[in-house]
């Protein structure tokens, strides 16, 4: 159980346009997703955090009108980077937190994956 | 500030046995976790500590130190296969929603 996937795994875009990316938890539901980021050989870097029916929260620097963060159900959350350019090339990765604590050791179920590179 | 530290790389042998340190400076602490990362893939949970102590799993172990603000995963009889990065996240807080805060991962080379 606890599994959570990311469409797409990896994406190729040209500069100026947007591309979303899905996080959906498949057996669980989960009132908080998480985004990161991370670029090569640096570790995750948190974006914003994802509460179903409310607003995201936004990690300081991270810019909320770029990167568009949609949470409308208790299984999908969905980050959209708008006008991409070549420095927002990254591997994005969401996690999901269940709706009722798991077993506490793991709370938090990572997915995948998307790599993005903007040309 | 948060701050969390690991070394950036580790070479060993198969076989062998590793330690991989991790210190944290945060506001609060709920809990350290620690992920294998194999490259261009998700993070996979490995352990979990709240108390102080070692917690045993298979070949992996990882203490705590909260007085200390410490932590280690060890590594025993090493594989070519545990060739990842390994990387150490505080949880700050017991409230609901919150997220981890990583440390910059420990690149772990196994070599035959």
């Known amino acids: 159980g606890a599994v959570v996937s990311q469409h797409p795994s990896w994406v190729i875009c040209k500069s100026g346009t947007s591309v979303k990316i899905e996080c959906r938890s498949l057996?669980?539901?989960?009132?908080?997703m998480f985004w990161y980021r991370q670029f090569p050989k640096q570790s995750l870097m948190l974006m914003a955090t994802?509460?179903?029916?409310?607003?995201?929260?936004?990690e300081q620097g991270v810019e909320k009108d770029k990167f568009l963060i949609n949470h409308a159900s208790l299984t999908l959350s969905t980050l959209t980077v708008t006008s991409a350019h070549p420095e927002d090339s990254s591997f994005y990765i969401c996690?999901?937190?269940?709706?009722?604590?798991?077993?506490?050791?793991?709370?938090?179920?990572f997915g995948p994956g998307t790599r993005l590179t903007v040309l | 500030g948060q701050n969390i530290d690991q070394p950036t790389e580790m070479t060993a042998t198969e076989g062998a046995i590793v330690q991989i340190n991790c210190t944290y400076q945060t506001s609060g602490f709920n809990g350290l976790f620690w992920y294998q990362q194999h490259a261009g893939e998700a993070p996979t949970f490995l352990s979990y500590?709240?108390?102080?102590g070692l917690e045993e799993k298979g070949r992996f172990s990882s203490f705590l130190s909260r007085s200390k603000g410490y932590s280690y995963l060890l590594l025993k009889e090493l594989q070519m296969k545990d060739s990842a990065s390994y990387l150490c996240a505080v949880r700050d807080s017991n409230q609901a929603g919150t997220a981890l805060i990583f440390g910059k991962g420990t690149t772990l080379s196994v070599s035959s």
């Open positions: 057996d669980f539901q989960a009132t908080t």
């Open positions: 994802s509460n179903e029916g409310s607003k995201a929260t936004y």
């Open positions: 500590n709240v108390l102080d």
């Open positions: 996690s999901a937190s269940p709706l009722r604590d798991l077993p506490s050791t793991d709370t938090q179920y």
